[in-house]
């Protein structure tokens, strides 16, 4: 036996090994997080589709509707701010990650809520642009979410990351087809057959189940939340316009600076080329 082979064989864990592995409350919270980040792509996707074809709208309009989904590409646009500005009162309640993600639940409940008044046959841009809305909290979320994710294992916890992979694509999935392909098609399908509508109102229930939910997951500590990163902290005694240009450098450009510089310039433009298109 080789020594590759002996080094892979002493990688395999037995089925209790695994199981004691699995059974983590921060499996369980990657799990509930990952419903918590599939379940909006329904309210601007897959729900919002049935809807207008109800409505009788031409595929154009529904195809227009799909632009919305450009956020989830940018979203790394301003995912420093999420990683470094520590948001008043929520972050004494929570952490620095959950503290976003419950700030990012807030407008999804919100304009999903207003979707259900509006009249997308009579006022279409209205319904545009509160799914935009849904999906830029949603987009801005999942930065948070896949942040906690790494937060809250340790370096020496290599061994749980696959699970906790898996386990946020198996939440995700959960979000998006337990909820979107089979509740809330339930409810305004022919089965039962509400009006979308009332639908809607009932998927902003799900948000504030989700509100809820995330006082229950573990807390984590992060290096970002022992930053000042807030204009209500002050850097030093300069003027009110030096210490918001030195916030916007420390806190935005920094992190892209220093990706520049890890991955060089062709290497980075070109990730960020193809992210882009």
Known sequence: MSVFDKKNQSEIHSFSETVALVWDKRIFSVLFLGFISGFPW??????????????????????FMGIVGTAYAINFLWAPIIDRVKLPVLHKLLDQRRSWIFLCVIPIAIFTFAISYAQPTNNLFLVGILALGIAIASATQDVAIDAYRIDVFD???????????????????????????????????EEI?????????????????????????????????????????????????????????????????????????????????????
Request: hydrophobic residues 50%.
């Open 193 to 277: 057959g509400l009006a979308w509508p009332i639908v809607y109102k009932w998927m902003s229930l799900v948000c504030v189940l989700q509100l809820i939910g995330l006082f229950f997951l573990p807390k984590v500590a992060t290096d970002s939340t022992e930053l000042e990163d807030d204009l209500f902290h002050s850097l030093s005694e300069k003027p009110f316009l030096e210490k918001t240009a030195d916030w916007f450098y420390n806190t935005i450009a920094t992190p892209f600076i220093d990706f520049f510089k890890r991955c060089g310039f062709e290497l980075a433009f070109g990730l960020l080329f193809f992210v882009f298109t």
């Open 155 to 189: 370096e020496s916890e290599v061994d749980k990351i696959p699970y906790a992979a898996a386990a946020a694509t198996g939440g995700w999935w959960a979000g998006y087809g337990f909820i979107g392909g089979a509740i809330a098609l339930k409810l305004g399908g």
């Open 42 to 63: 329904i309210l601007h996707g897959s729900v919002m589709t049935l809807w207008l074809k109800a409505e009788g709208l031409s595929r154009g309009a529904i195809g």
